[in-house]
């Protein structure tokens, strides 16, 4: 069992950075991949990014590609979600999840609460 905090939202301007950290407790986090979703208000949940359990492989979504960088610590048995030059399409409650790589794709088992992540214009 793996429990997942998040933290670091809050309300930015546009064009403004943030950084999120995903804490994880339990057992071994290093064994999992780590993503990072989000949602908006009245759309569905959506992926970010994602980084395998070494935190040499990474993968994101276009929409943020470029922009948001994803990394880890399992020393500290934690995640993180570099945010730069936010947009207001940004704004949406963000989750981290661990999982794995099965059946051909990778399936979370574990999510966090969230952390809310409001961009203003």
């Known amino acids: 069992q793996v429990q997942l905090v998040e933290s670091g939202g809050g309300l930015v301007q546009a064009g403004d950075s943030l950084r999120l950290s995903c804490a994880a407790s339990?057992?071994?986090?290093?064994?999992?991949?780590m993503g990072w979703f989000r949602q908006a208000p009245g759309k569905e949940r959506e992926f970010v990014a994602r980084?395998?359990?070494?935190?040499?492989?990474?993968y994101y979504a276009g929409t943020v590609e470029g922009r948001f960088a994803i990394s880890r610590d399992n020393a500290k048995n934690t995640g993180y979600l570099q945010m730069n030059s936010l947009k207001p399409e940004d704004t949406a409650v963000y989750y981290c999840?661990?999982?794995?790589?099965?059946?051909?794709?990778?399936?979370?088992?574990?999510w966090g609460q969230g952390t809310q992540v409001t961009v203003s214009s």
């Open positions: 339990g057992r071994m986090f290093s064994r999992y991949a």
């Open positions: 980084i395998d359990w070494s935190g040499t492989s990474t």
């Open positions: 999840a661990a999982g794995n790589f099965r059946n051909g794709r990778y399936v979370y088992d574990y």
